[in-house]
């Protein structure tokens, strides 16, 4: 039977720090996802499909005991799943093949023996247990649907040498998608996300919305009702918190 875990992947409105898994947990979950990510990539999944791989694994783990299950078998039959529900089926001998030239750089394709077999079955098996856990709830609204209207709207305010001089958009896109490696997308709401890596990149390169001194309400207010300065301070405390790590990880 599985161990439920004690410890939840917090609320939103928690402060900053305060929240999410304990470090070494924390940094197991962040190799796994950079495993998710690479793999994708090898499978020619689309952005989409891998960040839905990276919920669903977050997800479970904030239901689960990291040390009650293999995280890396977690992780392979989340992308089995994930391409499932975003309609980009993945065979189960593509994701064996790429996540043993993972493990075993340079190594040549599993051959269809007793070894495989078991492995594809532990794949299968553990993609019901995910389904059973997660209550078959495995549909995530995304950021990245958010992030590409506020660029639009954002372009349009900015000047034209303010936005052509500085990459905000490649940068956006570049911190939601670093976001993954935590566990952001299970904590805090689509829009909230979108609009936290807009607002860290805009203060990356040091770039003000016009007449942001004079409205009636922050920028990204007009984006999302609900969104308060500290849910954004949240965010970007967690994914400063994530390329930490980052620097900190083999």
Not at 149 to 164: C, D
Request: charged letters at 20%; aromatic letters at 12%; proline letters at 6%.
């Amino acid at each position: 039977m599985e161990d439920l875990s004690l410890d939840s992947c917090g609320e939103e409105d928690a402060a900053p720090g305060t929240k999410g898994w304990p470090a070494p947990q924390a940094r197991v979950h962040f190799r796994v996802t950079r495993f998710i990510m690479e793999a994708g990539v090898k499978l020619g999944m689309q952005s989409i499909p891998v960040a839905t791989a990276c919920a669903i694994y977050h997800k479970f783990f904030c239901e689960i005991n990291v040390d009650a299950y293999d995280p890396y078998l977690v992780a392979m039959s989340a992308l089995y799943l994930a391409g499932k529900v975003e309609e980009q089926p993945l065979r189960t001998r593509d994701i064996i093949n790429v996540s043993n030239r993972y493990f075993h750089p340079g190594s040549e394709p599993l051959e269809l023996d007793s070894r495989f077999w078991v492995i594809r079955d532990s794949i299968v098996q553990c993609e019901l247990l995910v389904l059973r856990v997660l209550r078959f709830q495995v549909s995530f609204q995304h950021p990245h649907k958010y992030l590409l209207h506020y660029l639009i709207s954002l372009k349009n305010w900015l000047n034209r040498y303010s936005w052509q001089r500085t990459p905000i958009s490649v940068t956006a896109w570049a911190l939601l998608r670093d976001s993954y490696h935590g566990g952001l997308c299970v904590r805090f709401q689509a829009q909230h996300i979108a609009v936290a890596v807009l607002h860290l990149a805009l203060q990356v390169y040091g770039v003000q919305v016009p007449a942001e001194a004079e409205a009636e309400k922050p920028w990204w207010q007009v984006f999302s009702d609900d969104l308060t300065k500290p849910i954004i301070d949240n965010i970007v405390s967690d994914l400063i918190q994530i390329y930490t790590m980052d620097t900190e990880i083999p």
